[in-house]
């Protein structure tokens, strides 16, 4: 979904999109070993771009920033006569790319200031875990990995 707006002095665009996928399958399989193995896939995205432009005389003002969150909670199932055994695979993943100018126009020059900020995998997660069961014997397993980076610019421009 798209809003946009331009007028004399101002311009403002916000896009706001989602991407949402599934992908379950289900099988039996015979044979030496059989069992019955379901999985699950999906895949969620969720992002946001907003444009700000607003001119003030000989100054002038933006404003730019995309965000997105990602999130794929994965899952097996594997049934047999035996043991029923359950793997689970989370990512988690948080973007942002945010800047600001501020703009002054000097005849015949324009200076130029402008910050920003980006910022990958601030929410970042991935857990892996697994789970046996056994009869009445139940084993599980569960870690997490974290990985961030942040950056911060300035620059000015003659």
Excluded: C
């Amino acid at each position: 979904m798209e809003v946009s707006s331009n007028g004399e002095k101002s311009y403002v665009a916000n896009q706001l999109s989602t991407d949402l996928a599934w992908n379950d399958v289900m099988m039996d399989i015979a044979g030496s070993y059989p069992n019955h193995q379901q999985v699950k896939m999906p895949k969620y995205k969720v992002s946001d771009k907003l444009e700000l432009l607003h001119r003030s005389g000989k100054r002038t003002y933006t404003f730019n920033t995309y965000n997105a969150y990602m999130v794929n909670p994965h899952s097996l199932t594997v049934d047999n006569s035996q043991q029923t055994a359950y793997q689970s695979v989370r990512s988690a993943a948080f973007f942002s790319h945010t800047n600001t100018s501020l703009g002054f126009f000097l005849k015949p020059f324009t200076v130029m200031m402008k910050v920003g900020l980006q910022v990958f995998n601030l929410f970042n997660q991935r857990t892996y875990g697994y789970t046996v069961y056994s009869g009445l014997t139940r084993t599980s397993k569960e870690y997490q990995l974290r990985g961030r980076t942040i950056l911060m610019s300035m620059f000015f421009h003659f």
